[in-house]
């Protein structure tokens, strides 16, 4: 057996750590309660006592049918057979003292046999595997001020995409961590090898991640009113494969806070945060980020706020600093008006050109809510200038890890001028984990903006937080002169015939004015925004219908959205739900109309104790007058049944995708049962 050095240290620390307490604890005899401490008297210590043991068997069964066919009439099919038998061994041990080593201990033995049929990949063959799962950890004196957490895990998960082939998920980490139990300063020290590999079943396209880590948090109370704590994490990350990226990186993510409570009932706060990052690989960056937040209480009613912000980024040859102050101010009163301000300035550098940008805001808003006849009246209105000089740019802006949501309508536009599409790079939250565009996003400029769009079948799941990173391009000097009002109004009726019904406005209104010396012309963003919509409360039931017009010197748009949403817990044992979306995007410019219908149905039911089971619809619909359109669906039924120690379960799976450059249909079917012992 071969070990590497993070391994043999790791074991050396561990077997020096158990060693030293088998020795304190054979030589120290802890007194009763009024007796004294004797010393050299010999406990009594157990090599191994099994506390509790679990044992239990499974058999799973899984049929998979996929079907394609494209759009010059060429089908293809794949089937997959998978049988597993599992053996899974759980309990919790100890050796010498539950204080001195416990253990918590999970090991599966699986055997599986798999018959594929690929037609779209050419493969017709039979395996046989056996494979180990196992969760194994031992804590180390884990009542004292530094309990030691040695583990080490593998598992294997089948990934079961939609509309794409499945994935093997196969994992193992290694690790170790170590709590500090102190009242002035505890933290947590860790350190883990992680390696995951991804092969699809049909395709065999793969993808692996291999991962060390060492992190440390903490935090300290040092004085009164003091608060500090620190996270710092070190990972060095290798990705390879056709499912990602390949990518080979190390990473710093270093994170301090400091906060001071002052004044009369520590009302007033002083709050530091300093973050260094640096990444190495193919998107290398360097950040330094730094925030001052000074907050005074005056009064109940009045507060006031100072902070600056120091950002420094350094990609590739591109040195960018950012420098910004506000300061703000909220004053209530009585209970119905709340009014806020805030002015401030920054200053861009970006060392590639020499550009320089320097910006001056002001903002004023007004929220006002008065209970009126039959119901609440909410309304808001605000004001707010921006004046803007900027150098020409001969380089780029980066923006770095902007978080995005792909909500029920599956886009995230970016409303930026100049964007470089290619420079678009999209990671999971983690920033582990690139996508690919065109196998799980596809991108799509449109005027000033551009419009992301995730793929069916992709590794970008619906309703998914992601992290997009991209690049701003080149422009001339020029001076911009930003204005713009805004206002919303809505009236909530709590009661009369019209209880549960929402009107409500919204409008924006913004003004532009850019001068350069160049001969080049810059566009401006003029716009007038409407939105007049209605949101009905009706028991169960939630209803909305909304219209928007955007009528914009740069790409305007209308948008009409209907969305209705249902929840009924019938009893305890029964729920009903139902979502339906539908809107309709217009723009004027592109001549593009693009509609997205999605309807999903959720039942869940308890039969009784022993029967569960749960029906779920989806119906997803795509299309523009460029002649691109697609319909998805997908009916699920899963059942499970559970007597005593006995579990039997059932999924029935039923996919289609029909488009105007292939059509697919998948059906899943699965079976299993578990016995405990």
Same mark, same amino acid.
């Not at 050299?40 to 394609?68: I, P, Q, T, V």
């Not at 992680?194 to 793969?206: A, H, K, L, W, Y």
């Not at 300093?274 to 190495?280: D, G, V, W």
């Given at each position: ?64 049918? =996929? ?50 049929? $690929?037609?779209?990949?050419?493969? !017709?063959? %039979? ?9 194994? !950890? ?22 079961? %995409? ?24 505890? !933290? ?86 300093? %973050? ?24 109940? =009613? ?93 380089? $780029? ?11 029920? !309508? ?41 419009? @992301? ?14 992290? @997009? ?38 409008? /924006? ?8 010396? $160049? ?12 939105? @007049? ?65 999605? @309807?999903?149905? /959720? ?49 029935? %799976? ?7 450059? /292939?059509? $697919? ?13």
């Amino acid at each position: 057996m071969i070990y590497n050095r993070s391994e043999f240290v790791l074991s050396q620390v561990c077997i020096i750590t158990i060693l030293g307490s088998l020795v304190c604890a054979s030589s120290i005899t802890f007194a009763q309660d009024g007796e004294p401490i004797v010393i050299g008297e010999h406990n009594k210590l157990k090599f191994f006592e099994l506390e509790s043991f679990r044992a239990s068997l499974e058999a799973y069964w899984r049929y998979r049918n =996929d079907e394609s066919t494209d759009s010059n009439g060429v089908s293809t099919t794949d089937t997959e057979t998978f049988f597993r038998e599992t053996l899974l061994l759980e309990g919790e041990a100890y050796l010498g003292d539950p204080n001195l080593v416990k253990l918590n201990l999970n090991l599966s033995i699986r055997l599986s046999q798999e018959e594929i049929d $690929s037609e779209s990949q050419g493969r !017709s063959d %039979r395996t046989a595997e056996i494979f180990n799962e196992y969760d194994v !950890s031992a804590v180390i004196l884990q009542r004292s001020s530094s309990p030691l957490t040695v583990y080490s895990r593998r598992s294997q998960v089948l990934l079961d %995409r939609q509309f794409a082939d499945s994935l093997d998920s196969n994992t193992t980490e290694h690790g170790a961590r170590l709590t500090l139990r102190s009242e002035l300063m505890p !933290s947590e020290i860790q350190y883990f090898h992680r390696e995951q590999d991804q092969t699809g079943r049909f395709s065999g396209v793969d993808s692996q991640i291999t991962q060390d880590t060492f992190s440390w948090q903490g935090r300290v109370k040092p004085f009164n009113g003091h608060r500090m704590w620190w996270d710092y994490t070190f990972s060095s990350v290798g990705e390879s494969g056709q499912l990602i990226v390949p990518n080979s990186f190390d990473r710093h993510d270093a994170f301090f806070n400091h906060t001071y409570d002052f004044g009369p009932d520590s009302k007033n706060s002083i709050r530091s945060s300093l %973050r260094i990052y640096k990444e190495t690989g193919k998107f290398p960056i360097e950040r330094i980020r730094l925030n001052e937040t000074l907050l005074l209480n005056h009064s109940a =009613d009045f507060e006031t706020k100072y902070i600056y912000l120091f950002d420094k980024q350094i990609r590739r040859t591109t040195d960018q600093t950012l420098n910004r102050g506000v300061a703000s101010f909220r004053h209530d009163l009585f209970e119905s008006l709340t009014t806020t301000g805030e002015i401030g300035a920054s200053q861009l550098q970006i060392s590639d050109g020499n550009f320089e940008s320097i910006q001056y805001f002001a903002n004023l808003a007004f929220q006002y809510r008065k209970t009126v006849p039959l119901g609440v009246l909410d309304a808001t209105a605000d004001i707010n200038y921006n004046t803007t000089d900027d150098s020409e740019r001969g380089a $780029s802006i980066f923006i770095t890890d902007e978080s995005h949501t792909f909500g029920v !309508s599956g886009l995230i536009i970016l409303n930026r001028r100049n964007i470089i599409p290619g420079s678009i790079v999209i990671t999971n939250t983690a920033g582990i984990i690139i996508y690919i565009e065109g196998s799980d996003y596809t991108v799509l400029p449109l005027g000033e903006s551009i419009e @992301i769009r995730r793929v069916l079948g992709g590794n970008i799941v619906d309703g998914q937080t992601v992290l @997009i990173t991209y690049e701003i391009g080149p422009e001339p000097e020029s001076t911009t002169d930003t204005t713009g009002i805004g206002m919303t109004i809505r009236y909530t009726f709590d009661e009369g015939p019209l209880k549960g019904v929402s009107p409500y406005l919204r409008y /924006r209104d913004q003004s532009q004015d850019r001068v350069s010396p $160049s001969m080049i012309q810059l566009p401006v963003t003029d716009f007038q925004d409407l939105v @007049i919509g209605v949101d009905y409360n009706l028991g169960h039931f939630t209803l909305t219908g909304e219209h928007q017009i955007h009528d914009s010197t740069i790409s305007p748009f209308s948008r009409t959205r209907f969305e209705g949403r249902y929840f009924n817990r019938i009893n305890n044992r029964n729920s009903v739900s139902m979502n339906a979306y539908f809107q309709e995007l217009t723009r004027d410019d592109e001549d593009l109309q693009t509609t997205i219908t999605n @309807i999903t149905a /959720r039942w869940n039911s308890q039969a009784s104790n022993r029967l569960r089971s749960s029906v779920i619809g989806i119906y997803r619909r795509e299309e523009d007058n460029t002649g691109t359109s697609s319909d998805a669906y997908e009916v699920a039924v899963d059942l499970t049944w559970r007597h005593r120690q006995t579990t039997v379960y059932c999924t029935i %799976r039923n996919s289609i995708i029909n488009s105007n450059t /292939r059509d $697919s249909t998948l059906q899943t079917f699965v079976f299993g049962a578990r016995r405990e012992f």
